[in-house]
């Protein structure tokens, strides 16, 4: 099955630097890379996704970056605010049979004002 | 829209007991999931279903069982519940159209197991 690496597990930047997060995936079949934000005592919120047939996405101040030969992808965050602290979890999924999301460990974000 | 809600917020159960985590959901989503995340890990699989009466294994089912009589409604239950199920369950449901994928969580229900 999916096996999602995801690094670092803590980051800590200062209020508008960039905060990169890599995971990497082992599935080739796999197309779909969502990225999802879970603040404390909340469920995870998804902030931004791409499919394989796309190398980069930009939403605002987030950027996704795919690399399926590679089998990595990227979350950038750019302008970071104290808002951004959070725990970002990567995923990886495949159009096939249950299409559920496998899950990397999850980054610890701490943007300090 | 109320999105995916899940009962209750909270529990402490003592081992052996049972009991049921609801999950509702009022999208008209055909996939549904229950994952759970134990602290300072990703989510894993317990439970899916692709549609009303249909229903699969997860990564992590044993020890749990569902149902989906309904589209809306996809409860997980605990039979003799141990310390290893303590965790916090999260409930997801997805659309079937097209290439959409995207899941929509609830907001969990933390469970202790004591």
């Known amino acids: 099955g999916e096996n999602v690496e995801q690094h670092p597990s803590t980051l800590s930047v200062q209020e508008g630097d960039s905060a990169v997060i890599k995971c990497t995936y082992s599935d080739s079949a796999s197309n779909y890379f969502p990225w999802y934000k879970q603040e404390l005592g909340k469920g995870p919120q998804l902030i931004i996704d791409?499919?394989?047939?796309?190398g980069e996405k930009k939403d605002q101040r987030i950027a996704v970056t795919l690399n399926k030969t590679a089998k990595h992808f990227s979350l950038h965050i750019t302008e970071t605010q104290p808002e951004d602290s959070a725990v970002y979890f990567c995923?990886?999924?495949?159009?096939?049979?249950?299409?559920?999301?496998?899950f990397g460990s999850g980054t610890r974000l701490q943007v300090q004002p | 829209n109320a999105g995916v809600t899940q009962t209750p917020k909270f529990r402490i159960l003592k081992i052996g007991q049972s009991m049921t985590l609801q999950c509702a959901q009022d999208m008209n989503h055909n996939y549904m999931y229950w994952y759970r995340q134990d602290p300072g890990m990703g989510l894993k699989l317990i439970y899916y279903?692709?549609?009303?009466?249909?229903?699969d294994k997860g990564e992590v089912p044993n020890g749990y069982n569902v149902s989906r009589s309904t589209t809306e409604d996809f409860p997980l239950r605990l039979e003799l519940a141990a310390p290893s199920q303590t965790s916090v369950y999260f409930c997801?449901?997805?659309?079937?159209?097209?290439?959409?994928?995207?899941?929509?969580f609830g907001p969990g229900t933390r469970l202790t197991v004591t």
């Open positions: 279903s692709v549609g009303a009466g249909i229903t």
């Open positions: 791409i499919r394989s047939n796309v």
């Open positions: 997801a449901s997805s659309p079937r159209q097209g290439a959409a994928y995207e899941q929509y």
């Open positions: 995923a990886a999924s495949s159009d096939t049979g249950r299409r559920a999301l496998t």
